[in-house]
C-alpha cells in the first residue's frame, strides 16, 4: 500500500507522516494505524527514526539482524535506526498493526526502561488498550500546529509511561538504568519517612514509592547517611519518643502509638535497647538521665 506525507486516512488504513521535530528530548515523527492485506511486506530499508509497532490481531514475520521472530496479537517490536529489517503479514491470519516513529536523545533511554533492546527487540504488552488509544488520539492530533504538536509528543510521552509500568510489572527484577543519583532517592525517602514515621512503613514498599528496589535504595542510604533506611526509621522514631517522654505527660501506650508502634510491649523493647532504661525508667530518671547508646557507651545529659 503506497504511504503518503502528511495525514492518510481510509477505512483501513490511517497515518501521519514528516512531522515537526522540534522537540529535542522526545518527538514523535510519524505514526499509523493498517489492516494488511494477506502476505503484505514492507522493507527491508533503513530507518532514520525508532520505531515501535503494535500487533492489535493477526499475526506476522519479524527478521531483523538476520534473526527471525513469529509475532502475534498482542506483542510490539522495536526496529532502531540505522538497523536494516523487514516484516510480513501472515497469508492466512494477516495482522492489523499500529506504528510510532520518534527521534530524540530520550529515545534510548525509554526504549530500554520500556522493555525492548537490539537483541530483543519483541515483547508481549499488558496495556494494550492504552497503547491504542494514545496512537488512535496521536491520529486524530493531525493539525500540523503548535498546539497538536505538544499533544503529539505529550501523548508519546504518555504512551512510554504505559509501556515503562507494563514492563516493570512484567520483569520486577530488571535492572533498569535510573535516572537520578542515588542521593536524590535517599533525599526522597528521608523526607517520607520524616512525615510518615508514626505510621506504618515498610522498607520494600518505601522502595516502590520512590521508585527503585530495596536494595538500591538500602545501598544509596548506607552511602549517604550512614546507615540503612530500617535503622534510620528506628533511630528517627526512638529520638521522637525520647523527646515525647521527657516533655509531655502522655502514658506510655499513646507514646508508642505516637512514633508507630502499635504494640507497647514492642516499643519498650526496643526503647530499652537504644537508651538502656525503660520508657517509664526513662522519664522518671527526668533532666539527669544519663543516655546510653546500644552498646552502653556513655554519650552525654539532656
Wanted: hydrophobic share 35%; aromatic share 12%.
Amino acid at each position: 500500500m503506497k504511504r503518503t506525507s502528511g495525514l492518510c486516512k481510509n477505512s483501513r488504513y490511517r497515518s501521519l507522516e514528516d512531522l515537526q521535530k522540534d522537540s529535542v528530548e522526545l518527538c514523535l515523527t510519524y505514526c499509523g494505524y493498517e489492516e494488511c492485506d494477506p502476505g503484505y511486506r514492507f522493507g527491508p530499508n533503513l530507518r532514520k527514526s525508532y520505531v515501535l509497532h503494535f500487533v492489535k490481531s493477526g499475526k506476522g514475520i519479524l527478521e531483523i539482524g538476520k534473526k527471525k521472530y513469529n509475532i502475534s496479537a498482542g506483542e510490539m517490536f522495536f526496529i532502531p535506526v540505522n538497523q536494516e529489517a523487514w516484516y510480513q503479514a501472515d497469508e492466512k491470519d494477516p495482522w492489523t498493526y499500529m506504528w510510532i516513529g520518534f527521534v530524540g536523545y530520550k529515545s534510548n533511554e525509554c526504549i530500554m526502561n520500556a522493555g525492548f533492546s537490539i537483541k530483543n527487540p519483541v515483547r508481549k504488552v499488558e496495556c494494550a488498550d492504552e497503547i491504542s488509544q494514545y496512537i488512535n488520539e496521536m491520529l486524530d492530533a493531525h493539525q500540523l500546529s503548535f498546539g497538536d504538536e505538544l499533544k503529539r509528543n505529550g501523548l508519546l510521552m504518555c504512551l512510554f509511561s504505559s509501556l515503562v509500568s507494563d514492563f516493570k510489572k512484567q520483569s520486577p527484577g530488571a535492572l533498569l538504568p535510573l535516572p537520578y543519583p542515588g542521593s536524590v532517592y535517599v533525599k526522597h525517602a528521608v523526607e517520607y519517612i520524616s512525615q510518615n514515621y508514626n505510621k506504618r512503613i515498610k522498607i520494600n514498599e518505601l522502595a516502590d514509592y520512590i521508585g527503585v528496589n530495596r536494595s538500591y535504595l538500602t545501598s544509596s542510604f548506607k552511602k549517604t547517611v550512614g546507615c540503612s533506611p530500617q535503622e534510620y526509621l528506628v533511630n528517627l522514631r526512638m529520638d521522637k519518643a525520647r523527646s515525647l517522654l521527657t516533655k509531655t505527660d502522655l502514658p506510655i501506650n499513646a507514646v508508642a502509638s505516637a512514633v508507630g508502634y502499635s504494640d507497647q510491649l514492642a516499643f519498650s523493647k526496643i526503647f530499652k535497647q537504644y537508651y538502656g532504661l525503660s520508657p517509664k525508667a526513662y522519664r522518671e530518671q527526668g533532666e539527669e538521665l544519663i543516655i546510653f547508646t546500644q552498646k552502653g557507651e556513655y554519650e552525654g545529659r539532656i
